[in-house]
Every structure is written in structure tokens, then in C-alpha cells.
């Protein structure tokens, strides 16, 4: 048996000697270790309590900006054949960024992006990049996203950023180490849309965040669908080579914290200012009870229903969106007649772009302006309109197509300024003695048809940057005031025409290269990012024939099989170009 441990009495262990030198020494380093505990910075005790709190296998990030990226090397998680994702080392991450927390309670920003620097010349160095390597040989089939690899609700705190790496895997499960792949991604609600954004580190490894505002709480779906890998949506026949795969449908509950975000305000001249929007579509009505009108309309909610500040400012019911608007780093005015002519009165107006353009001129002067009789616009025109109330108040819209410079054709898109006569025609609306205080400007769809590939399209760019830059000169060099031009990005093009030669993956590549080559000229003043506003109703042909988000409502079978379509997100378009033209 084994031998009973008697413990001597606590009086008798006091009379040793030794044992006064050891309890006194013991308590020194419990004095010691207290002094260590408390020295320790909050923000590793916060770290260690949240990391314990999230015992999946995921991070979700939350950056002390909402800019912030996690570089491939410190990605908080690793890889291998047999397991795709393994459990976050918080110590190890948390070294590597220099002791910052990656768990910060209480971010109070808004998600956001901008044109990456120098965009060109690093997209066609991405673009071109060779493999040599199997790493970079294979083709992405997969993604490991740890968190987001399904199972369960995942719940996340609303207002807070939440920034995910994950990793692009081959068809064998191992990681591929090249960039350039193209996933559409989307959260929606009850009543919440938008396109989470998602970064490229140009190794193999994203990142996607999210978040909702906190008055939106509730469970939401996030789609992530890799339409095509490796730039190969830029190719000239891109449909050859399309994935168009879901490779995640994970439900989220997101939960009302504490954070505070900042309330939207209402859209200045200077909003315009921002090159890349991340915006949403909030919900703020609904009837269920909406039957189509004879004249294809949706009047779900009466004219007059009232817009919930800080989404927007006006009367919701004459989007006839059934309570959807959309919003980005400020909030949209939604215009009266009254209020849209006083703006236009006695301006000019110029549009050039393709025929999304022809749409919204028509959604302006039919649904805003109060001229329902004006049933069609062409492609080409230049006339004078008239406030039916007080045909004092007029304003002159010119429209020049420019998918050709023949305006019964197409694809030729920039390639049409080759055209002597083209620019003629263009700059003699430059030349009088009055000339438009406006330009709005647009270009891709018919781009993406015509240039073999992005390096040629990027030629084209320069080409028409400069042709606009010489048109301004001219301008400014008779004494004129400089109009104010504004680039309208082209839209996301929808269900069938997601994998065509205007896809996405194309069109926002070529909104980022003209872009940046219109600014190098110093030609644009503003942006409006018409790519963001389509992009959540995108993926089928509910809001759009594929191309055009502002067809004329009808009821007739539209191209989905069902009666009628939805116009609303060109309605809103029109209401946000108002805000750019009447914004001060």
C-alpha cells in the first residue's frame, strides 16, 4: 500500500530556518509577477480575451482602418495537402504586426476603397506574369476562407469591419500562388445589398470584408462565386474561358453592438471626388401586394413615401423601387420636378458614352422632369427641354454616342475618336461661344468587344485622354470656364452577359485604366461609380437585359421569362447625377 503523507503541523514547519528564507523569497516573486501582470498593454490582455471568445477557425479582422491589408506572409492561417485551413496563431500574427491588436472593438469607419496608384502599369505587369512554377501553372478551383468554410451560423458584431484572408487553391488542394482571379462576391438581407470588398494581394491570397450597419441587424447570406481565374476575363473571347462557380454560400447573423458609426451625411461637390465607392442598397418599405401597371410600372409605394434619414433626402416613392435606395460615403437627394428643373435651369448639358447613357437621359425627362410624352431619345442629339409648369425653364441635353462614330453602329468605342470627322463633330460643341458647363462621360461596353487586350485598350485610353485634354486646353485657352466633366463609370454587366466580352472582370479594369488616364490629362473633375450601383443587381436579369440597367418599362415578357423588369437602379442613377450636377 502505498505510504500515508503526514503534514506536519504549521507551527513546527515555522520553526525551520530555511523555511523562513524560502516563504520570504516566494513572496517576492509573487510581488514581482503581480508588478509584470499589470504592466502588460491592454490591448494584448483584450487581444487574448477575444481570441479565447472566437474558438472557431477563423479571424475575422478588424483593422484600425478600414484600408488596412494582411500581406500573404503574416495571412492568419497555413496550408498544407491534407488540411486546407488550420487554426489561427494569434501569437504569431499578432508578433509579426509589430504588437498592433487585430481585434479592435469599437472601429468606426466606414468600409472603403480608392484606385490603387500607378493602376495600369501594375495591372499589366499582373497581367503579364508568366509561371515557371507549379504554384503558379495551376488554376484556382477553390478557396480556403477559415470561418467561411460553412457549417453554422457565423455571427459578427454589426457596425465593425470584418476583413478575412483566404487562400486560392488548386484542383489537387494545394495553394496556387498567382493573383488575377476574379470573384464576385455579395452580401444581402432582408434589407441590405452590397458587393463586399475584396483584395488582391497578387500571390494567391484575398482578403474580403465585410459589414452592415448596425440598424441593419439580422442574417444575411454571403455569396462568393469566382467568375473567371487569372485576368482571363480580360481575354478577347473571355466566354472560352469562364469558371462561374460558387465556391461559398454562408449565412451570417449579424449582431447589434456598441459601435457607432459615422452618420451619412448629404452629397457635396466634393463627394464626387472619390474614385472607387463602396456603397450599399438599404430597404425602407416594402409591399408585398405590387402588381405590375399596364405601362410596365411598379408604383409599390405611394410618390410621396418618406425617404429614412440618413439614407437618403426626398420622397422614396418616385425611385418606384419598393423602398430600395442607394447609398456610398454620403447620401443622395432624390429630386422633385420642381427641385430638378430649378437645378437645370438654363444649363447645358453634355453626354458622350454608349447607350446606357440614351436610357437615363430618357429616365431623367420622364420620370424626373416631368415630359412622359418623351417615349424615345436617339443616340445622337442635341435639343432644347421645357418645364411644362414654366417653359421659361429650359435646359439643353446633347448626346454623342460614342461606340462608334457611325451612330448606326458598334465596338468600336474609343477606336471611334480615329475618326477625322468624329472629333470634328465633338469639338465644335467646344467651339461656340457658349459651350456646355457639364460633360459626362463614359466608355467600356463597346470597348470591351473591340481592343484584342488590356494593353491595347490602355493605348486607346491615352489616346482619348489626350484627345479630351487638347479639347479643354482649347477652352480654356479662349478665356472660358473649364466645365466640369464628370467620368460615369460603365455598369456591371448582368446574368447571360456576366461571362461576354463586356464582363465584370473587363469593365472594371477598363473603368480603373481610363480613369486614371482621363486624371493624368487633369480632364476629370468628379466620378460617378455606376459600376458600384449596378453591381448588386448583377448576377441575373431582373434590373437589366444584360447591358442596360434603363430600358423603358413595359409589360411584356422580358428576357428572364418573367413579365415586366425592374428600372429602379437607373432610376437612382438619375437622381445621383443630379446630385453631381446641382451639389455645391
Not at 476574379?182 to 500571390?203: H, I, M, Q, T
Not at 401597371?293 to 423601387?321: Q, T
Not at 454620403?330 to 422633385?336: A, G, H, M
Request: some cysteine; proline content about 5%; glycine content about 8%.
Amino acid at each position: 500500500m502505498p505510504k500515508k503523507v503526514v503534514i506536519s503541523p504549521q507551527w513546527a514547519l515555522w520553526s525551520i530556518p530555511m523555511l523562513h528564507w524560502r516563504a520570504g523569497l516566494l513572496t517576492a516573486l509573487v510581488l514581482v509577477g503581480m508588478v509584470v501582470v499589470w504592466s502588460i498593454d491592454g490591448c494584448t490582455v483584450k487581444t487574448i480575451i477575444q481570441a479565447w471568445r472566437y474558438q472557431q477557425d477563423y479571424l475575422a479582422v478588424r483593422s484600425h482602418t478600414p484600408n488596412f491589408t494582411l500581406p500573404h506572409h503574416i495571412l492568419p492561417f497555413s496550408l498544407d495537402q491534407k488540411n486546407h485551413s488550420s487554426p489561427v496563431n494569434f501569437t504569431t500574427v499578432y508578433e509579426k504586426l509589430g504588437k498592433k491588436s487585430l481585434l479592435v472593438e469599437g472601429h468606426s469607419s466606414w468600409v472603403s476603397s480608392e484606385l490603387e496608384p500607378n493602376f495600369t502599369s501594375n495591372l499589366i505587369v499582373r497581367w503579364s506574369a508568366r509561371g515557371g512554377e507549379p504554384c503558379k501553372d495551376s488554376k484556382t478551383v477553390e478557396i480556403a476562407i477559415p470561418g467561411l468554410n460553412g457549417g453554422e451560423v457565423i455571427e459578427l458584431s454589426a457596425g465593425e469591419v470584418h476583413e478575412f484572408g483566404f487562400q486560392a487553391l488548386d484542383d489537387s488542394g494545394k495553394p496556387h500562388c498567382l493573383g488575377g482571379d476574379y470573384f464576385e462576391a455579395d452580401l444581402s438581407g432582408e434589407s441590405w445589398k452590397s458587393r463586399p470588398l475584396v483584395k488582391d494581394f497578387s500571390n494567391g491570397s484575398y482578403s474580403i470584408s465585410l459589414q452592415v450597419h448596425p440598424d441593419f441587424d439580422g442574417v444575411y447570406n454571403l455569396t462568393i462565386i469566382l467568375l473567371y481565374r487569372h485576368f482571363e476575363g480580360l481575354k478577347f473571347t473571355p466566354w472560352r474561358f469562364s469558371y462561374d462557380r460558387i465556391l461559398r454560400n454562408v449565412a451570417i447573423r449579424f449582431y447589434k453592438s456598441s459601435v457607432q458609426l459615422p452618420e451619412l451625411q448629404a452629397c457635396k461637390a466634393s463627394d464626387f471626388g472619390r474614385d472607387v465607392w463602396s456603397g450599399r442598397w438599404t430597404r425602407h418599405g416594402k409591399n408585398d401586394d405590387c402588381p405590375i401597371g399596364n405601362d410596365g410600372r411598379y408604383r409599390c409605394l405611394v410618390p410621396d413615401f418618406p425617404c429614412n434619414a440618413p439614407w437618403c433626402d426626398g420622397s422614396l416613392g418616385i425611385l418606384e423601387s419598393n423602398g430600395w435606395v442607394y447609398s456610398t460615403h454620403c447620401s443622395f437627394k432624390l429630386y422633385s420636378a420642381e427641385s430638378a428643373w430649378n437645378c437645370l435651369k438654363n444649363r447645358w448639358i453634355f453626354f458622350w458614352g454608349d447607350s446606357n447613357h440614351v436610357d437615363t437621359i430618357r429616365n431623367i425627362l420622364n420620370f424626373v422632369l416631368d415630359l412622359p410624352e418623351i417615349h424615345s431619345v436617339p443616340r445622337r442629339f442635341d435639343m432644347n427641354f421645357s418645364n411644362p409648369k414654366d417653359p421659361s425653364q429650359t435646359v439643353r441635353i446633347t448626346s454623342i454616342f460614342n461606340g462608334h462614330w457611325n451612330e448606326t453602329q458598334n465596338y468600336l468605342g474609343l477606336d471611334s475618336l480615329r475618326d477625322e470627322g468624329f472629333q470634328n463633330l465633338l469639338r465644335k460643341y467646344f467651339s461656340e461661344d457658349t459651350i456646355p458647363d457639364t460633360l459626362i462621360m463614359n466608355s467600356g461596353l463597346h470597348d470591351g468587344v473591340h481592343w484584342r487586350n488590356v494593353r491595347a485598350f490602355s493605348v486607346g485610353a491615352d489616346y482619348a485622354a489626350s484627345f479630351w485634354g487638347d479639347v479643354m486646353k482649347t477652352v480654356k485657352q479662349r478665356g472660358l470656364a473649364w466645365p466640369r466633366v464628370f467620368y460615369r463609370t460603365t455598369v456591371a454587366t448582368g446574368g447571360y452577359a456576366r461571362t461576354l466580352a463586356f464582363n465584370p472582370n473587363k469593365m472594371e479594369v477598363f473603368n480603373g485604366v481610363l480613369l486614371e488616364k482621363l486624371k493624368q490629362a487633369g480632364v476629370v473633375s468628379g466620378v460617378i461609380d455606376n459600376f458600384d450601383m449596378t453591381f448588386p443587381w448583377h448576377f441575373d436579369n431582373r434590373c437589366n437585359d444584360g447591358v442596360h440597367y434603363g430600358r423603358a418599362p413595359a409589360k411584356m415578357k422580358w428576357r428572364d421569362g418573367q413579365i415586366g423588369h425592374q428600372y429602379f437602379v437607373d432610376l437612382m442613377l438619375a437622381h445621383v447625377l443630379l446630385n453631381a450636377l446641382c451639389a455645391r
